[in-house]
C-alpha cells in the first residue's frame, strides 16, 4: 500500500506518521528526513542537495524525486509519504515515477485542521533537539520544558514564529490546498478531522484503512 499524508503544517502528519508506520509495517518516507540523510551520508544526491540549502535555496524537485526513488526501490512494500508532493506539479511527477515503477498511489490520507487552531498549535509548539518529538508549551504549567521521552531541553523551531507561521500557510494554501481537489478527483481522498486527540485521530484513520484493505 503506497499512501500520501496531506495537511496543514501543525497538523500532526508526523505523529501520525509514526503511528501509522507501526500500526501497518508501511516505511515513512518524509522528505525532509530523506534529504538529511542523505546529507549525512555525502552521496551523489545530498552533495547537490546540500550545495542549494546552502545557498539558501529550494532542493528542485528532480533531486527529491530521485531520493523517493532509490527508497521505493530499495524493497519494502508499502511506503507513507510526508512532505511530499506539496503542488500539483510534484503530484503528477509523482504519479509518473510510480507508474514507472509499476506502482500506484493507494490512498491520500487529509488531516483536516482549520486556520485558527493551526496557528495556535505552531505558536505553542516546542520540540525536542535530541529524538524530533514536538510537545505544546500549554503542556508545562509549572515543569520545567524538556523532554519525556529522553530528558533534553526543549526549544521552539526558527520556523515557527508568527510571520513564518503565516508565510507557510500562504504556501499550503496556495500550493497544497489544490492537492485535495486533484486526489477527490481520482477518488483516493480519505479527509479526516486532525481537531480531537493524536489518539482519537489516530483510531480513525486505522477504522479507514482497514475498510480500505479489505475492500483490497
Ligand atoms: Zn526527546
Do not use: W
Not at 539558501?56 to 526513488?69: A, E, F, H
Not at 483536516?112 to 500549554?138: A, M, Q, S
Amino acid at each position: 500500500m503506497i499512501i500520501v499524508l496531506l495537511g496543514p503544517p501543525g497538523a500532526g502528519k508526523g505523529t501520525q506518521a509514526k503511528k501509522i508506520e507501526g500500526e501497518f509495517g508501511l516505511t515513512h518516507v518524509a522528505t525532509g528526513d530523506l534529504l538529511r540523510e542523505a546529507v549525512r551520508r555525502e552521496t551523489s544526491l545530498g552533495k547537490q542537495a546540500q550545495d542549494f540549502m546552502l545557498r539558501g535555496r529550494l532542493v528542485p524537485d528532480r533531486i527529491i524525486l530521485d531520493l523517493i526513488k532509490n527508497k521505493i526501490r530499495g524493497g519494502a512494500s508499502g511506503f507513507l509519504l510526508d512532505g511530499f508532493p506539496r503542488n500539483i506539479i510534484q503530484a503528477e511527477e509523482l504519479d509518473e515515477l510510480l507508474e514507472a515503477e509499476n506502482k500506484k498511489l493507494d490512498l491520500v490520507i487529509n488531516l483536516e485542521v482549520n486556520h485558527n487552531e493551526v496557528i495556535d498549535r505552531l505558536n505553542g509548539r516546542v520540540i525536542c533537539p535530541e529524538c524530533g518529538k514536538t510537545y505544546n508549551v500549554d503542556h508545562f504549567v509549572d515543569e520545567p520544558l524538556v523532554c519525556k521521552d529522553c530528558g533534553s531541553r526543549l526549544s521552539q523551531r526558527s520556523d515557527d514564529n508568527p510571520d513564518a507561521i503565516e508565510e507557510r500557510l500562504k504556501v499550503y494554501l496556495r500550493h497544497t490546498l489544490p492537492l485535495i481537489d486533484y486526489y477527490k478527483e481520482k477518488g483516493i481522498l480519505l479527509s479526516v478531522s486532525g481537531e480531537r486527540s493524536p489518539q482519537e485521530v489516530f483510531h480513525r484513520i486505522v477504522d479507514l484503512l482497514q475498510r480500505v484493505e479489505d475492500v483490497h
